[in-house]
C-alpha cells in the first residue's frame, strides 16, 4: 500500500520569505500522480500543485513551485514570497493512475504553516 | 459556478440516531468520494463511487453507508453514529482518476 509522509507537523516563515514543506511517499509504481492540497481557516480544500510522475519538468504554479525527486521518492514543496493568506495547513496526496487504489488520493498527515507578518 | 455542495456544515447529534449528509456536485463527474479527517491522521477514504449504481468501500467504511442514484448526489449515511464518528468530513469529485479534486466544503460532524 501506498503511505506519505510528511515529517514536519508544524512550520513557520516571515512574511516575503521562502519556505520549503517536505514530502516523501512510498510505492512500487512507476507511474502516479502527486499534489499539495492546502487548508485554510476556513477548512476548504484547495488544490495548489499537481504533478505527473513521468513529467521530469518540476511542475510550478505562480510562487509555488516543486522539487520532485522521483528515485528519491521525494516531492516538496516550495512557497516563494510568502504572504499571510499563505498561512493553512498543507497535505500532500498521492494517487494511482490505474487499477485498484486508483480511486483515492493517499494524504499525508499535513503541515501546519503559519506566516508571521 | 462549479461547486461541491455539503450540507449541513455543522451537526451535533446523539448517538444511535440516523443522520445523512448530503454532497451534490453541479460538474458532471463520474467520481465522487467521500474522506474523513481527523487531527494527526491527514484525510482518509470512506467510500467512493466511479458512476451511478457503483460503490465501493475505501480504507475506513465501518458505521457509514452511501448510496450514488443520480450522477450529482452522492449521500454518506451514518445508521448509528458513534463519538468515534466525530470528524471533519469531505464530499469530493473529480472527472477522472488523477485529475483535480475539488472538495466541498466539510461538514464538522459531533456526535455526543
Known amino acids: 500500500a501506498q503511505t506519505v509522509t510528511q515529517s514536519q507537523p508544524e512550520m513557520s516563515v516571515q512574511e516575503a520569505e521562502t519556505v520549503t514543506l517536505s514530502c516523501t511517499y512510498d510505492?512500487?509504481?512507476?507511474?502516479?500522480?502527486l499534489f499539495w492540497y492546502k487548508q485554510p481557516p476556513s477548512r476548504q480544500m484547495i488544490l495548489v500543485i499537481r504533478q505527473e510522475a513521468y513529467k521530469q519538468q518540476n511542475a510550478t504554479e505562480n510562487r509555488f513551485s516543486v522539487n520532485f525527486q522521483k528515485a528519491a521518492k521525494s516531492f516538496s514543496l516550495k512557497i516563494s514570497d510568502s504572504q499571510l493568506g499563505d498561512t493553512a495547513m498543507y497535505f500532500c496526496?498521492?494517487?494511482?493512475?490505474?487499477?485498484?487504489?486508483?480511486?483515492?488520493?493517499?494524504f499525508g498527515k499535513g503541515t501546519k504553516l503559519t506566516v508571521n507578518p | 459556478e462549479a461547486q461541491v455542495t455539503q450540507n449541513p456544515r455543522y451537526l451535533i447529534t446523539v448517538t444511535g440516531k440516523k443522520l445523512t449528509v448530503t454532497c451534490s456536485q453541479n460538474m458532471n463527474h463520474e467520481y465522487m468520494s467521500w474522506y474523513r479527517q481527523d487531527p494527526g491522521l491527514g484525510l482518509r477514504q470512506i467510500y467512493y463511487?466511479?458512476?451511478?449504481?457503483?460503490?465501493d468501500k475505501g480504507d475506513v467504511p465501518e458505521g457509514y453507508k452511501v448510496s450514488r442514484k443520480e450522477k450529482r448526489n452522492f449521500p454518506l449515511i451514518l445508521e448509528s453514529p458513534s463519538p468515534n464518528q466525530t470528524s471533519l468530513y469531505f464530499c469530493?469529485?473529480?472527472?477522472?482518476?488523477?485529475?483535480?479534486?475539488?472538495f466541498g466544503q466539510g461538514t464538522r460532524l459531533t456526535v455526543v
Open positions: 469530493a469529485s473529480s472527472p477522472l482518476v488523477g485529475a483535480e479534486a475539488f
Open positions: 510505492t512500487s509504481e512507476n507511474n502516479y500522480y
Open positions: 463511487s466511479m458512476n451511478v449504481e457503483v460503490t
Open positions: 496526496a498521492f494517487m494511482k493512475p490505474r487499477g485498484k487504489g486508483s480511486e483515492k488520493l493517499v
